[in-house]
């Protein structure tokens, strides 16, 4: 089974240059070590160093990870501020954003106690990997058909179906269509920096 470590590089590390820097800033801000964060999200210290010096870049559900961890929200992990937090988000103001071959659009201000996107999900992405943590999670299911693991219930989405559920549940998502799924997804983020995410893969084969 595999690990989140073993999901692939987006690209040149070039593609992301301020993620690299801020997931060290913000592990410090947290006052966590390498060690500790690393065993919340469930990754090795030394892929954690890995990506925190830009040699290896986090996928949207290890930044989700990260982000919880610290206290913290996905734009900032990526170094996007604003300098005021506005209401309203306009379409020509969502720049689309690509980790990990998920690709993502703030559909809300950044910095708040819920965090807003538009998520395209690639085929087969997070097939193995089981997320647990404290919060909520909603998400409405624009395109595409999308495969939802709530603890041992398997449920099977369609646009215009959506799920609103606590994330202390187990939980996975997977697209079931080669092109993908999109989804509008809001989250709590947990302002804590001491605050665990556990974020690995699952025990034995539950497909």
Do not use: N
Not at 23 to 33: D, G, I, Q, W
């Amino acid at each position: 089974m595999s690990s989140p470590e073993a999901e692939p590089s987006a690209g040149p590390a070039a593609a992301l240059p301020a993620v690299a820097p801020q997931l060290r800033a913000l592990r410090r801000r947290a006052s966590l070590t390498l060690e500790a964060a690393a065993r919340d999200a469930g990754l090795s210290p030394a892929h954690l160093s890995r990506l925190e010096t830009g040699q290896r870049q986090p996928s949207l559900p290890m930044l989700l990870s990260l982000a919880r961890i610290y206290g913290t929200t996905v734009s900032e992990l990526l170094g996007e501020t604003t300098a005021d937090r506005e209401a309203v988000t306009r379409a020509g103001d969502m720049e689309p954003t690509s980790v990990g071959g998920w690709t993502y659009r703030q559909a809300g201000s950044p910095g708040r106690g819920m965090q807003a996107l538009r998520v395209q999900v690639p085929y087969g992405a997070q097939g193995d990997i089981v997320r647990v943590h404290p919060g909520e999670e909603w998400l409405y299911v624009l395109k595409g058909r999308l495969r939802l693991r709530l603890g041992d219930a398997l449920h099977r989405l369609a646009p215009g179906d959506s799920a609103h559920f606590d994330s202390l549940t187990p939980h996975r998502i997977a697209a079931e269509d080669p092109d993908g799924v999109e989804l509008l997804f809001v989250h709590t983020l947990l302002q804590s920096p001491t605050a665990a995410l556990c974020l690995g893969p699952t025990q034995g084969d539950v497909s």
